[in-house]
């Protein structure tokens, strides 16, 4: 009788503990799932920003220039930051590389960093998750496959995102960069504008980032003077590749790159 009991109590001892090993199985498998909820909920309610401009102590900014299909006077720009010993930096559009695959490889050849300014420049804030990358993955091939180098920067069409654009550029190895100066070289007011928006003391600062184009009416004109302010007032020009922190560094609400603070326990 003692025996039936025992075999009896050991299969409920069994029992038992298969119910308790299952609950906890259960239980850390929920945990496993946890930080991905986190991080979805996180990309839905905190506004990521692209890059404006750069916490910097040293009198340091960059110059930098969209190229989409108008770029006649792209020689002579480049001739000119020759001219000065300035490097700078070229975000440029598929439909245009595909024209001028020598012209990318003479902006290349003359040190300048090469952009990726999406395959065929639409408003990718517009976009599904699946167009974005196939915007910047277009074009990153057919500029690997051109030049050789893998593009690291990468500046949104018109400006325009939102946290598809900038998760997605981030994860296929891109840091998203605006500007904290817009020329506003495009309208095609004057020459005089052009250096007036660029010399702005409320919005020019170390660090900063400012935008021109190729092939605007009066951009060719204004560059040199403007050149020839920022080395007057002692300020360094050098690309947004020289400009930016690489790593440990956070991107505040503002824009502002920020290297991020040592913690001392």
């Given at each position: 009788?003692e025996e039936i009991i ?38 839905s309610n905190e506004k ?42 070229f975000f440029v559009t ?172």
């Amino acid at each position: 009788m003692e025996e039936i009991i025992e075999e009896k109590e050991m299969k409920l001892f069994f029992k038992t503990g298969i119910i308790v090993l299952s609950i906890i199985a259960v239980f850390f498998s929920s945990i496993k799932y946890i930080p991905q909820v986190v991080t979805v909920t996180g990309q839905s309610n905190e506004k990521k920003m692209p890059i404006h401009k750069v916490e910097r102590n040293e009198k340091v900014i960059s110059l930098t220039f969209d190229v989409d299909r108008n770029d006649k006077n792209l020689d002579q720009v480049l001739e000119l930051l020759n001219k000065y010993k300035v490097k700078a930096s070229f975000f440029v559009t598929g439909t245009w590389v595909d024209d001028n695959p020598d012209e990318l490889k003479k902006i290349l050849f003359h040190g300048h960093d090469i952009g990726n300014h999406g395959d065929n420049h639409k408003h990718m804030d517009l976009l599904s998750k699946e167009d974005c990358e196939k915007e910047i993955i277009n074009l990153h091939n057919k500029v690997k496959e051109i030049t050789g180098i893998d593009m690291k920067l990468f500046r949104p069409p018109y400006g325009d995102y939102n946290n598809t654009v900038i998760y997605t550029a981030k994860n296929l190895g891109y840091q998203s960069i605006k500007w904290s100066i817009d020329s506003e070289d495009w309208k095609n007011y004057s020459k005089e504008d052009i250096v007036n928006k660029c010399r702005q003391k409320d919005t020019l600062d170390k660090g900063s980032i400012i935008l021109f184009h190729t092939g605007t009416k009066f951009t060719l004109e204004a560059l040199e003077e403007v050149i020839l302010f920022f080395e007057e007032e002692n300020y360094a020009l050098v690309p947004v590749s020289k400009l930016i922190y690489l790593e440990d560094f956070t991107v505040d609400i503002s824009g502002v790159q920020q290297r991020k603070q040592s913690v001392i326990y």
